[in-house]
């Protein structure tokens, strides 16, 4: 009885399980939406050939890692309109997701530029010759479409930061629904279309992004919108543009760090071979369907901590953030054993339509990978929901350094030794892998524990009186 009246003290104070959830829902059916889009992606193209499967991941964790500098940097705006709002100052929304503007250009351009040079760094890598000449394709579309995704991820941050979840979801979907069907018919040569293979998942993607730029446009110009956030109303504006800068760059390059150290990974790991890296493609992405919807609910516990500090209430924020992490930890621990129970339920829509002696090496090798999934996962939700909780109050230039100094010391370096020197398996890079993941997830519970987070705040406070 005494756990059942806790259980509903928490579900209806401020800051507890329905308020989390209210929130939460839409943004993790939002990021697991992308991640069923990454599946099902990746799904077509293993019925197309194992070099698309294993060419999939390599090219897109390497064009994301560059755009999510900027993603993160831009979408950091959920942060400042969360203490806006909370401090009931919603006439500097608008100007604040404005300045992601320039941001989504110098994007654009970069990768612009990065596109002539592909195929001297996929020949750098190493990866075998079928393997390389697909990675390049997909890389160079996937630069075309830098503009509308940084943009767009603005835009969603702008709803985020206000608690307007809703429209996210409605957005996400339309655009994962399009991104399906374009890749259906593009990548198979569906309806008269000629047959594109991993081009058609480019462009496909390349497309969605676009999709969600004009749904955003249209959401946020309409009345509601433009009124009393002033999102019509837009100049230049040096000093927010510099604060954007000084707290989301490092946003930024935390993202940025973070998906190079597991490029990096990914990369050694293809030296070892097609089939150890087609089976870490399938366990990253079987893993992504647990993880993704884990963005979701970081994305709540920044909001919810910004809010909080915007109306100088860190109480609030730390029942905020014990109710998201009481659900997260209820979610990961039975995903994770369902990675050990049940794995090859995870790989069957890979080997449905796949060549099976050539698929079922692969498949072993994915079981073995999803047990160290299922151990790290754990400490994954530590990693994303403390992260978050500083991160919404300001606290990012401790998560950029952090994320550096383990993922060189505990992640690159040691597997590029292990790999290099040693002659290290398949199963003792994963072994690196988690014991990175542990540790960050560790290092931010410590940091949030610390409290100094309840001090800081991204925008300019009243002074008091």
Same mark, same amino acid.
């Given at each position: 009885?005494?756990?059942?009246?806790?259980?509903?003290?928490?579900?209806?104070?401020?800051?507890?399980?329905?308020?989390?959830?209210?929130?939460?829902?839409?943004?993790?059916?939002?990021?697991?939406?992308?991640?069923?889009?990454?599946?099902?992606?990746?799904?077509?193209?293993?019925?197309?050939?194992?070099?698309? !499967?294993?060419?999939?991941?390599?090219?897109?964790? =390497?064009?994301?890692?560059?755009?999510?500098?900027?993603?993160?940097?831009?979408?950091?705006?959920?942060?400042?309109?969360?203490?806006?709002?909370?401090?009931?100052?919603?006439?500097?929304?608008?100007?604040?997701?404005?300045?992601?503007?320039?941001?989504?250009?110098?994007?654009?351009?970069?990768?612009?530029?990065?596109?002539?040079?592909?195929?001297?760094?996929?020949?750098?890598?190493?990866?075998?010759?079928?393997?390389?000449?697909?990675?390049?394709?997909?890389?160079?579309?996937?630069?075309?479409?830098?503009?509308?995704?940084? %943009?767009?991820?603005?835009?969603?941050?702008? !709803?985020?930061?206000?608690?307007?979840?809703?429209?996210?979801?409605?957005?996400?979907?339309?655009? %994962?629904?399009?991104?399906?069907?374009?890749?259906?018919?593009?990548?198979?040569?569906?309806?008269?279309?000629?047959?594109?293979?991993?081009?058609?998942?480019?462009?496909?993607?390349?497309?969605?992004?676009?999709?969600?730029?004009?749904?955003?446009?249209?959401?946020?110009?309409?009345?509601?919108?433009?009124?009393?956030?002033? %999102? !019509?109303?837009?100049?230049?504006?040096?000093?927010?543009?510099?604060?954007?800068?000084?707290?989301?760059?490092?946003?930024?390059?935390?993202?940025?760090?973070?998906?190079?150290?597991?490029?990096?990974?990914?990369?050694?790991?293809?030296?070892?071979?097609?089939?150890?890296?087609?089976?870490?493609?399938?366990?990253?992405?079987?893993?992504?369907?647990?993880?993704?919807?884990?963005?979701?609910?970081?994305?709540?516990?920044?909001?919810? =901590?910004?809010?909080?500090?915007?109306?100088?209430?860190?109480?609030?924020?730390?029942?905020?953030?014990?109710?998201?992490?009481? !659900?997260?930890?209820?979610?990961?621990?039975?995903?994770?054993?369902?990675?050990?129970?049940?794995?090859?339920?995870?790989?069957?829509?890979?080997?449905?339509?796949?060549?099976?002696?050539?698929?079922?090496?692969?498949?072993?090798?994915?079981?073995?990978?999803?047990?160290?999934?299922?151990?790290?996962?754990?400490?994954?939700?530590?990693?994303?929901?403390?992260?978050?909780?500083?991160?919404?109050?300001?606290?990012?230039?401790?998560?950029?350094?952090?994320?550096?100094?383990?993922?060189?010391?505990?992640?690159?370096?040691?597997?590029?030794?292990? =790999?290099?020197?040693?002659?290290?398996?398949?199963?003792?890079?994963?072994?690196?892998?988690?014991?990175?993941?542990?540790?960050?997830?560790?290092?931010?519970?410590?940091?949030?524990?610390?409290?100094?987070?309840?001090?800081?705040?991204?925008?300019?406070?009243?002074?008091?009186?």
């Amino acid at each position: 009885m005494k756990l059942v009246s806790a259980v509903r003290r928490r579900w209806h104070a401020p800051g507890g399980y329905r308020q989390v959830l209210a929130m939460a829902i839409p943004l993790v059916l939002s990021t697991g939406s992308w991640t069923l889009q990454g599946f099902i992606n990746r799904m077509f193209l293993s019925w197309s050939s194992p070099e698309s !499967l294993a060419a999939a991941m390599p090219a897109g964790m =390497v064009n994301g890692t560059i755009l999510n500098l900027f993603i993160a940097t831009a979408s950091y705006v959920s942060t400042f309109v969360a203490q806006y709002h909370g401090a009931g100052r919603d006439e500097r929304v608008g100007s604040t997701v404005w300045q992601a503007l320039p941001i989504s250009l110098f994007a654009a351009l970069l990768n612009l530029a990065l596109i002539p040079a592909a195929p001297a760094f996929f020949r750098w890598v190493g990866h075998p010759a079928g393997v390389q000449a697909q990675e390049v394709v997909l890389f160079r579309i996937l630069c075309l479409g830098a503009f509308p995704v940084v %943009m767009f991820n603005a835009f969603s941050g702008m !709803l985020s930061g206000l608690g307007k979840t809703t429209p996210i979801l409605v957005v996400t979907l339309s655009a %994962m629904s399009l991104n399906v069907l374009l890749d259906w018919l593009l990548i198979f040569g569906h309806a008269g279309l000629p047959k594109m293979g991993i081009a058609g998942a480019g462009w496909a993607s390349v497309a969605s992004g676009c999709a969600q730029l004009i749904c955003y446009a249209v959401i946020l110009f309409r009345r509601r919108y433009r009124g009393p956030y002033l %999102m !019509l109303r837009w100049r230049p504006d040096a000093k927010a543009l510099g604060s954007l800068l000084r707290y989301g760059f490092p946003s930024g390059v935390q993202f940025f760090i973070d998906m190079t150290g597991f490029t990096v990974f990914l990369l050694l790991v293809g030296r070892l071979g097609r089939n150890e890296l087609a089976a870490t493609n399938l366990a990253f992405n079987v893993n992504t369907i647990a993880f993704m919807p884990m963005f979701g609910i970081g994305i709540t516990v920044s909001v919810l =901590v910004g809010q909080a500090l915007g109306r100088n209430d860190p109480r609030l924020a730390r029942h905020s953030v014990r109710s998201a992490f009481g !659900l997260a930890a209820i979610y990961m621990t039975t995903v994770a054993a369902l990675f050990v129970v049940i794995p090859r339920a995870f790989i069957f829509p890979f080997a449905a339509a796949s060549d099976p002696k050539e698929f079922g090496p692969i498949a072993d090798v994915a079981v073995v990978l999803l047990r160290f999934v299922a151990v790290y996962t754990l400490f994954d939700s530590l990693n994303i929901i403390f992260s978050s909780a500083i991160k919404g109050a300001g606290d990012t230039r401790f998560v950029m350094w952090m994320i550096l100094c383990m993922c060189l010391g505990i992640l690159v370096v040691p597997s590029f030794i292990a =790999v290099t020197r040693f002659s290290a398996g398949i199963y003792a890079c994963w072994a690196i892998a988690s014991l990175y993941v542990i540790a960050l997830g560790l290092a931010f519970l410590l940091r949030y524990r610390s409290g100094r987070w309840e001090h800081m705040r991204v925008i300019e406070m009243p002074a008091a009186r």
